[in-house]
T-cell receptor, first 112, second 117 residues
Framework: GESVGLHLPTLSVQEGDNSIINCAYSNSASDYFIWYKQESGKGPQFIIDIRSNMDKRQGQRVTVLLNKTVKHLSLQIAATQPGDSAVYFCAENIRGAQKLVFGQGTRLTINP | GAVVSQHPSRVICKSGTSVKIECRSLDFQATTMFWYRQFPKQSLMLMATSNEGSKATYEQGVEKDKFLINHASLTLSTLTVTSAHPEDSSFYIC?????????????FGPGTRLTVL
C-alpha cells in the first residue's frame, strides 16, 4: 500500500531573527544529546552537543539548552541566515546502548 | 570536523539484484559504524550497528540476511542490499563513531539514494 510520510513540524523565521527549535525526549537514561542539521538530499551534519551534566552549551551562533526536569532540549540559532534553512534533528544517546535515537525533526525556513 | 564518505551517492537497479554501499571514515578510525534508513519527510531509523571485526547488531524488524553488513577495517563498512525490491528504495545513510577524551560523536556520510525499479 501507499505509505504516507509524516508532516514535519515547520518553523518559519525572518532572516536576521533568532530561532528556537524544541525537542522533547522520553528516556531519563539518556546522557548525551546532539543536534544535527540536514539539508535536502544530504546526510545529517553535526551542529552541537551537550552532556546530561550540563544545562547550556554555546557554539558559533548556536546555543543548546537542556532541561532534564521536563526532558526538553532546545536549539537556539542567532541571526538566522538563508543557509540555515534545513531540517533539524535532535538525537539522544541512551546510556549503555551506544546508539542514537533521533527525534522527528523540525523544518526551519528562513524568509528573506 | 570529521569526514565520512559514502559510495555511490545514487544508484538505480533492477528488482532482484544486489547493491553494495560503502561507508568510509576518511580522517579517523571507527570501530563502530551505523547504518540508517530514511524515508521522505521522516526521521532517521537505525537499521544496524556495525562493529569492526565482529558481527553487526541489527535492530528489531531489520532482516540480517536482506541487509548484509561487513566491517572489515577501522575505516570501512559496507551494506549490501540483497535481492532488492522496490520497497527497498530509500535513502541510506551511514555514520561513524569517533571516540576521544571528551568526545563520543557520530559523524554522518552524505547518504546513498537507492531506487529499485
Amino acid at each position: 500500500g501507499e505509505s504516507v510520510g509524516l508532516h514535519l513540524p515547520t518553523l518559519s523565521v525572518q532572516e536576521g531573527d533568532n530561532s528556537i527549535i524544541n525537542c522533547a525526549y522520553s528516556n531519563s537514561a539518556s546522557d548525551y544529546f546532539i543536534w544535527y542539521k540536514q539539508e535536502s538530499g544530504k546526510g545529517p551534519q553535526f551542529i552541537i552537543d551537550i552532556r546530561s551534566n550540563m544545562d547550556k552549551r554555546q557554539g558559533q551562533r548556536v546555543t543548546v539548552l537542556l532541561n532534564k526536569t521536563v526532558k526538553h532540549l532546545s536549539l537556539q540559532i542567532a541571526a538566522t541566515q538563508p543557509g540555515d534553512s534545513a531540517v533539524y534533528f535532535c538525537a539522544e544517546n541512551i546510556r549503555g546502548a551506544q546508539k542514537l535515537v533521533f527525534g522527528q525533526g523540525t523544518r526551519l525556513t528562513i524568509n528573506p | 570536523g570529521a569526514v565520512v564518505s559514502q559510495h555511490p551517492s545514487r544508484v538505480i537497479c533492477k528488482s532482484g539484484t544486489s547493491v553494495k554501499i560503502e561507508c568510509r571514515s576518511l580522517d579517523f578510525q571507527a570501530t563502530t559504524m551505523f547504518w540508517y534508513r530514511q524515508f521522505p519527510k521522516q526521521s532517521l531509523m537505525l537499521m544496524a550497528t556495525s562493529n569492526e571485526g565482529s558481527k553487526a547488531t541489527y535492530e528489531q524488524g531489520v532482516e540480517k540476511d536482506k541487509f548484509l553488513i561487513n566491517h572489515a577495517s577501522l575505516t570501512l563498512s559496507t551494506l549490501t542490499v540483497t535481492s532488492a525490491h522496490p520497497e527497498d528504495s530509500s535513502f541510506y545513510i551511514c555514520s561513524a563513531r569517533r571516540l576521544g577524551k571528551d568526545e563520543d560523536t557520530q559523524y554522518f556520510g552524505p547518504g546513498t539514494r537507492l531506487t529499485v525499479l
